[in-house]
């Protein structure tokens, strides 16, 4: 299984990119969020990977993070839902919008995603509501991104430093990754406190989408609103 592949890239297509590992090219099919988001020929890319085998195929599809290629895997699963349908999906919404309209129970948001209709989005909504709690979960684990800084790509192991050279502290996370990383600690706060999983990760999208910036601190008391008693 390639689980991750490091190198630069030698070509872009419209739904893949070519990269050279050590003179090994090797065609991944990426979103259209996460192909605008690599950087340009020539330069180093990192991907986490997920392999699809079938009889007379095998293709490689790339993540930015571990938590998408987790969402892709799930959204796999969905009767209905091949490896187009889950691209798209996560090229329309991104991980953390994908988790976000599940758990709320978002179809309608599901259909913004090429080629996905109504009824095929409620399929998604309703076979992975109770899954999604769990990757919320993982979000503050999962969502390190995979594409490094140019400078940072390790395409070359045992090649030593240049002389002078200072290498570049590791980049900072991105808005998503702080955004799922601080409803994944809500999560995990509110489900401490003898919330359900379904009812806290509710809560907690329900809190990120009134405010997208909120820290974890913010999300959790939002999210104790949410929960509490309503008389």
């Known amino acids: 299984m390639i689980g991750r592949i490091a190198g630069r890239i030698e070509y872009r297509g419209p739904d ?9 090219g090797y065609i991944v099919h990426v979103s259209d969020r996460t192909l605008a988001a690599l950087p340009g020929v020539g330069e180093a890319c990192a991907l986490y990977t997920d392999l699809l085998v079938r009889e007379d ?30 691209m798209a999906i996560l090229g329309a919404l991104g991980a953390e919008g994908t988790a976000r309209a ?3 129970g978002d179809a309608k948001a599901i259909t913004a995603a090429p080629g996905v209709g109504p009824k095929i989005a409620q399929r998604v909504v309703m076979e992975l509501k109770q899954k999604a709690p769990a990757v919320m979960a993982q979000a503050g684990r999962l969502s390190g991104g995979a ?21 570049k502290a590791p980049a900072a996370p991105s808005d998503a990754q702080r955004r799922a990383a601080a409803s994944a600690d809500a ?5 401490n406190l003898g919330y359900g999983h ?11 989408e009134a405010d997208p910036s909120a820290e974890a601190s913010a ?13």
């Open 16 to 24: 893949h990119v070519l990269i050279d590992v050590r003179g090994v």
């Open 198 to 208: 379904a009812d806290a990760a509710e809560a907690v999208a329900i809190a990120a």
């Open 147 to 167: 594409v490094p800084d140019a400078d940072d790509a390790v395409i070359e192991e045992s090649a030593p430093a240049r002389p002078g050279t200072l290498r």
């Open 187 to 191: 999560l995990s706060a509110l489900v």
């Open 57 to 86: 195929l095998l293709q490689l599809f790339g993540f930015p993070t571990l938590l998408e290629k987790e969402w892709h895997k799930l959204l796999m699963s969905v009767q209905g839902i091949g490896a187009k349908a889950s």
């Open 102 to 104: 599940i758990t709320l």
């Open 219 to 231: 999300l959790i008391r939002a999210g104790l609103k949410h929960l509490a008693p309503k008389n």
